[in-house]
T-cell receptor, first 114, second 114 residues
C-alpha cells in the first residue's frame, strides 16, 4: 500500500490561476518535503516541514507556499502559476531530519499550465 | 556548494549484461549517499542507502559502492533485465546542505533491450 500519497496525479491549470497540490502520509513521519522536477532534470527541493516548523529554500520563488495542517497532510500552493512552473512535483517524508533517515517519495503530481 | 554529477546521462544495453552507473560529488564531507529509481511519470523509489562509514551496500542484483575520498559512487546491476529500464538518480546528504537536505544528480536513463 502506498505510504506517501499525492493527489491528483495530473493537474492542469490556467496561467495565473491558483492551484493546490496535496500530499498525505501514513508513516507518521516528522518531516515532509516538496520537490520540483522539470523534464530530464534532477529534483529540486522547494521547502520542507520539520513537524510544524517551515523551512524555505533560499531560491524558492515567493509564488510557492506550503501548509501543513497536521502530521499527515501537506499542501503546495502556487499562487499565480507561470508557464515555467510546469513540472512534476514530488512529496517526500522522512522519520526525522537526521542524516541517517531515508526519504520516502510519493508518485508525484504532474502540473501542466495552459 | 555540493554538486552531484552522473555519467552517462543515458545508457542502452542488451538484456543480460552487467552494467555500472557512475555518480560523483564535489565535496567529500557527506553523511550518506542514496540511489533511487524513477520510472517514467512516477516518483522516486529508494534502492540503496550507504552511510559515510560504509563502503558498499547490496540488495538482490544491485550493489552500490562508495569511495568518499575520491567523491565517487557506483551502482552495479547484475544480469540486467528489461524491467530495470528506468532513470537512476543518486543523491547525497552533505555537511554543506543546511538541515541535511538531499542534493541530486541529473540521473542516468537506462534502457535494457530484450
Amino acid at each position: 500500500d502506498a505510504m506517501v500519497i499525492q493527489n491528483p496525479r495530473y493537474q492542469v491549470t490556467q496561467f495565473g490561476k491558483p492551484v493546490t497540490l496535496s500530499c498525505s502520509q501514513t508513516l507518521n513521519h516528522n518531516v515532509m518535503y516538496w520537490y520540483q522536477q522539470k523534464s530530464s532534470q534532477a529534483p529540486k527541493l522547494l521547502f520542507h516541514y520539520y513537524d510544524k516548523d517551515f523551512n524555505n529554500e533560499a531560491d524558492t520563488p515567493d509564488n510557492f507556499q506550503s501548509r501543513r495542517p497536521n502530521t499527515s497532510f501537506c499542501f503546495l500552493d502556487i499562487r499565480s502559476p507561470g508557464l515555467g512552473d510546469a513540472a512534476m512535483y514530488l512529496c517526500a517524508t522522512s522519520r526525522d531530519r537526521g542524516a541517517n533517515q531515508p526519504q520516502h517519495f510519493g508518485d508525484g503530481t504532474r502540473l501542466s499550465i495552459l | 556548494k555540493q554538486e552531484v554529477t552522473q555519467i552517462p546521462a543515458a545508457l542502452s544495453v542488451p538484456e543480460g549484461e552487467n552494467l555500472v552507473l557512475n555518480c560523483s560529488f564535489t565535496d567529500s564531507a557527506i553523511y550518506n549517499l542514496q540511489w533511487f529509481r524513477q520510472d517514467p511519470g512516477k516518483g522516486l523509489t529508494s534502492l540503496l542507502l550507504i552511510q559515510s562509514s560504509q563502503r558498499e551496500q547490496t540488495s538482490g542484483r544491485l550493489n552500490a559502492s562508495l569511495d568518499k575520498s575520491s567523491g565517487r559512487s557506483t551502482l552495479y546491476i547484475a544480469a540486467s533485465q528489461p524491467g530495470d529500464s528506468a532513470t537512476y538518480l543518486c543523491a547525497v546528504i552533505s555537511a554543506l546542505n543546511a538541515g541535511n537536505m538531499l542534493t541530486f544528480g541529473g540521473g542516468t536513463r537506462l534502457m535494457v533491450k530484450p
